[in-house]
T-cell receptor, first 113, second 113 residues
Framework: DGGITQSPKYLFRKEGQNVTLSCEQN?????MYWYRQDPGQGLRLIYY???????QKGDIAEGYSVSREKKESFPLTVTSAQKNPTAFYLC????????????FGPGTRLTVL | QQQVKQSPQSLIVQKGGISIINCAYE??????FPWYQQFPGKGPALLIA?????SEKKEGRFTISFNKSAKQFSLHIMDSQPGDSATYFC????????????FGPGTSLSVIP
């Protein structure tokens, strides 16, 4: 079954803790993305990566970090520096042509207690 | 210049009616316009996409109309069904070089029986 998976589905974090969200894809896509979605709002790009061992900041990268050590994996760490981390986080992947569809994972809902 | 505007923010349509969502962009370099559909608690999925060399594209009950001179495009859902109730995002990006996809803020559609 080809696709993109995110885990966990729900995540609770205490203030001051770092937390890592997992994203794995078996679509053989070169590009991967992390978006943040807040209630009633659109998708805001956090980080993206076009190739292994390379990634770029999106529009709201402050308080987040990523790594891209393997083509299949693009984990996102939400650090304690992120002031308002409660949100729905979406990972996506695509080919590197701009007409390539972005395939989204099911999302992780992070709640800070 | 990078923004994609979308309206309405929310829409209620009776079953069997036509749902219309409008988007506008400013950057004339955009030349690929996908629409994504997102059900609650799920990741978005590509619904339909259009390039500016055509004025209309139809897939089943879903039609994109594109007005290049006005820099506007719209999604029409004919014979709307309760199962169409979801959030719809328009988006835009450039085919000729790698650029991030710019998403509109989304429209929450409710189709009532």
């Amino acid at each position: 079954d080809g696709g993109i998976t995110q885990s966990p589905k729900y995540l609770f974090r205490k203030e001051g803790q770092n937390v890592t969200l997992s994203c794995e894809q078996n679509l053989n896509h070169d590009a991967m993305y992390w978006y943040r979605q807040d209630p009633g709002q659109g998708l805001r790009l956090i980080y993206y990566s076009q190739i292994v061992n390379d990634f770029q900041k999106g529009d709201i990268a402050e308080g987040y970090s990523v790594s891209r050590e393997k083509k299949e994996s693009f984990p996102l760490t939400v650090t304690s520096a992120q002031k308002n981390p409660t949100a729905f986080y979406l990972c996506a992947s695509s080919g590197t042509q701009n007409t390539d569809t972005q395939y989204f994972g099911p999302g992780t809902r992070l709640t800070v207690l | 210049q990078q923004q994609v505007k979308q309206s309405p923010q929310s829409l209620i349509v009776q079953k069997g009616g036509i749902s219309i969502i409008n988007c506008a962009y400013e950057n004339t370099a955009f030349d690929y316009f996908p629409w994504y559909q997102q059900f609650p608690g799920k990741g978005p999925a590509l619904l339909i996409a259009i390039r500016p060399d055509v004025s209309e594209k139809k897939e089943g009950r879903f039609t994109i109309s594109f007005n290049k001179s006005a820099k506007q495009f719209s999604l029409h859902i004919m014979d709307s069904q309760p199962g169409d109730s979801a959030t719809y995002f328009c988006a835009a990006n450039r085919r000729t070089s790698y650029d991030k996809v710019i998403f509109g803020p989304g429209t929450s559609l409710s189709v009532i029986p």
